[in-house]
């Protein structure tokens, strides 16, 4: 029996409309990947939730997270830098690092979360509920779906000290790498979606 209340499932079908998208575009998402049964269960979750009602779920998603982001930043991690490193001129790197790291994690772990399920109770509907069936494997797939969120999140903040403790080791000029690295990054979603349109043509 599935014990999924209609807000989770809702949640899912946001999160598999996402998904649909990215696979219907011939791309992936590293760390994301999914069985063909699993697949099938996201696409027929997909359906009720039109483009409209997406692109309104990210907006309202994103504009939570960013207002949950803020609140973790100043709410927790100045006040806890502030009290632990009262001399910033003494303050360890590695330890300011782990902090970072730890804020990080949690305002992410457990602020898109958070968004999420606002935003689908928001923009969701009761419409949107009442057209969503439950199904037998729906709430291992959502368990799967938290543990790779996590997972990806846990990878992230964990680079994220080595990757300071270098910089600073190193006196690195953060500056001409960053730029690199941001067109690096456009480049390749450029790429992405040029491979996933040439794809869609052929097929």
Do not use: H
């Amino acid at each position: 029996m599935n014990g999924m209340t209609n807000r989770a499932l809702a949640r899912l079908a946001f999160w598999a409309k996402g998904m649909v998208s990215i696979n219907d575009a011939r791309m992936e998402w590293p760390g994301f990947s999914y069985s063909d049964a699993e697949w099938a269960r996201m696409r027929t979750l997909s359906e009720p939730i039109g483009t409209g009602t997406y692109q309104l779920f990210t907006i309202v998603n994103a504009v939570i997270f960013i207002a949950i982001a803020a609140l973790g930043i100043f709410g927790v991690f100045l006040p806890l830098a502030t009290l632990l490193f009262p001399v910033p001129a003494e303050t360890s790197a590695l330890k300011f690092s782990l902090l970072l790291a730890a804020c990080a994690f949690l305002i992410i772990g457990l602020g898109l979360p958070i968004s999420m399920r606002l935003s689908a109770m928001l923009v969701g509907g009761k419409t949107v509920r009442a057209a969503l069936v439950p199904g037998a494997g729906d709430e291992a797939l959502a368990a799967k779906v938290s543990w790779q969120i996590n997972r990806i999140m846990l990878i992230m903040c964990g680079l994220l000290v080595p990757g300071i403790l270098l910089f600073i080791a190193y006196d690195i000029q953060a500056g001409p790498i960053i730029t690199a690295l941001k067109w690096l990054a456009i480049a390749l979603m450029a790429g992405s979606t040029l491979t996933g349109i040439a794809r869609q043509r052929k097929s």
